[in-house]
């Protein structure tokens, strides 16, 4: 069920959707395909899995969320071509991606504490924002997950700021 958010964008529950043109998935897919040659010819693993196929779905939804984000906020996506570890992934902001439509917000020990982490979940072109956290408060122990591939802080949805208040932060 879906209904108008201000601004006339569609929403679920409340959570603005974002639908990415064809143009605009085919970016954000060879974006990724751009971040996965990257981390293989730097030897990076990924964080969330131990397969090389995953790997590529992980780099590619990650790009289109992250898509999705700046097309929300109005902001310029520069991609994975000029992109750089330190700086955030839409403006200084980091955007973690997830197909799970419980999916939770993952945080690592070595991400910034000052800067936003938002919580984009869907695939193939339509994404929700479901919302953010600072990074100081995703480090919670409360949010400590020690079974997954990666242990880091993986915050429910649910203590998420939703986003319709991100413009009174």
């Known amino acids: 069920m879906s209904d108008q958010a201000s601004g006339g964008l569609p929403t679920i529950g409340g959570l603005p959707i974002i639908q990415?043109?064809?143009?605009?998935?085919?970016?954000?897919?060879?974006?990724?395909?751009?971040?996965?040659?990257?981390?293989?010819?730097s030897d990076l693993k990924n964080a969330r899995t131990t397969t090389d196929q995953m790997a590529w779905q992980i780099n590619v939804e990650?790009?289109?969320g992250e898509m999705a984000f700046a097309k929300w906020l109005g902001a310029y996506w520069?991609?994975?071509?000029?992109?750089?570890?330190?700086?955030?992934?839409?403006?200084k902001f980091e955007v973690r991606t997830t197909d799970n439509?419980?999916?939770?917000?993952?945080?690592?020990?070595?991400?910034?504490?000052?800067?936003?982490?938002?919580?984009?979940?869907?695939?193939?072109?339509?994404?929700?924002?479901?919302?953010?956290?600072?990074?100081?408060?995703?480090?919670?122990?409360?949010?400590?997950?020690?079974?997954?591939?990666?242990p880091c802080f993986a915050v429910p949805a649910g203590k998420l700021s939703r986003p319709e208040v991100w413009s009174s932060v």
């Not at 990415?20 to 085919?26: D, G, K, R, V, Y």
């Not at 945080?107 to 000052?114: F, I, K, L, M, Q």
């Not at 929700?128 to 100081?136: R, V």
Request: hydrophobic residues 35%; neutral net charge; proline residues 2%.
């Open 20 to 41: 990415l043109t064809n143009s605009e998935i085919l970016q954000g897919a060879v974006a990724g395909i751009l971040r996965q040659c990257n981390a293989i010819q």
């Open 62 to 64: 990650g790009c289109l």
């Open 78 to 91: 520069a991609g994975a071509s000029t992109r750089k570890f330190h700086d955030g992934d839409v403006a």
């Open 101 to 150: 439509k419980n999916g939770r917000l993952f945080v690592y020990p070595n991400n910034p504490d000052e800067r936003f982490f938002w919580l984009v979940r869907g695939c193939i072109g339509k994404y929700e924002i479901a919302g953010f956290k600072l990074g100081s408060e995703c480090k919670n122990k409360d949010f400590w997950e020690e079974e997954l591939q990666t």
